[in-house]
């Protein structure tokens, strides 16, 4: 049974406003736009890169870390670990340490971050901003740590692992791609720099060299550089540990 049409005095306009549902302008947040970041070499011909940031990101790919400046130099002045070998990045964000590595002469390199497809597209973007013959010689693709390599191809004679052991959770994940990647060789090397971010758990970002160890790796400290400052001035903490880089390399043990 329909309702009776309303009388007279209770005729009004029930016309919905047409903007009901339409959200005003401000009522969330925009979307931070991408950032842009340079970044010398240290080494002739002394190139300037220019490298974008996603606008940010839950996994912090929207930041130029210091360990990523700090492996990057270390490359250059290492070639043995860089001409004419593949060379991987894990959790690379923007992908410096291999930009500079295809710089340097690499044979081949493949540069990872989590499978998100805005950080997958913004390390193609970089590798775009290459030369050419050299950018031909990088390929970005999205990696989740501790799952199948093959789509990655033949393991690899150097990985570089920057700032990531801050990640406790994925330290056995992390690990198993290492394993899994790295050729068995007697100069094959990952090469993992960090920063203590998180002082009082200096000893667990540690503890993913006890697990390498039990995996058959030597591991060897090979840099440790203090900075101006930490990249969180204000963040809690030894600050002469927040503003430090550390250095290992890892390779496997007894392979001669």
């Known amino acids: 049974m329909s309702s009776p049409p309303p009388s007279g005095e209770e005729k009004e306009d029930l016309t919905l406003p047409t903007d009901l549902f339409t959200e005003p302008a ?4 925009a979307d931070k736009p991408a950032t842009t970041v340079s970044h010398t070499l240290t080494t002739a011909p002394f190139e300037n890169l220019t490298l974008r940031l996603v606008g940010h990101n839950p996994l912090w790919g929207h930041m130029l870390w210091n360990a990523g400046r700090v492996v990057s130099a270390y490359l ?17 964000g923007a992908g410096l340490p291999s930009l500079v590595c295809a710089l340097r002469g690499a044979g081949e390199v493949v540069v990872t971050d989590y499978p998100d497809p805005e950080l997958v597209s913004n390390l193609a973007h970089n590798v775009s901003t290459l030369p050419q013959p050299v950018q031909s010689s990088v390929v970005a693709k999205g990696y989740l740590w501790g799952r199948d390599v093959a789509e990655l191809g033949d393991p690899f004679d150097t990985l570089i692992l920057s700032d990531l052991l801050f990640n406790h959770s994925e330290h056995q994940a992390l690990l198993k791609s290492v394993v ?11 090469l993992v720099f960090f920063t203590p971010h998180r ?7 540690l503890a993913f060299f006890d697990v390498a160890r039990e995996a058959g790796f030597a591991v060897e400290k090979v840099r440790e550089e203090v900075l101006i400052g930490p990249m969180f001035e204000e963040d809690p903490g030894d600050r002469e540990l927040r503003r430090t880089v550390f250095g290992y390399e890892m390779r496997w043990e007894g392979i001669s």
């Open 76 to 92: 250059e002045t290492h070639t043995r670990l860089v001409l004419g070998r593949r060379v991987l990045e894990l959790g690379a």
């Open 199 to 205: 002082p009082w758990l200096y000893e667990k970002d």
């Open 180 to 190: 899994c990647c790295l050729k068995k060789t007697v100069d094959a090397r990952a």
């Open 26 to 29: 401000d009522f969330r947040p």
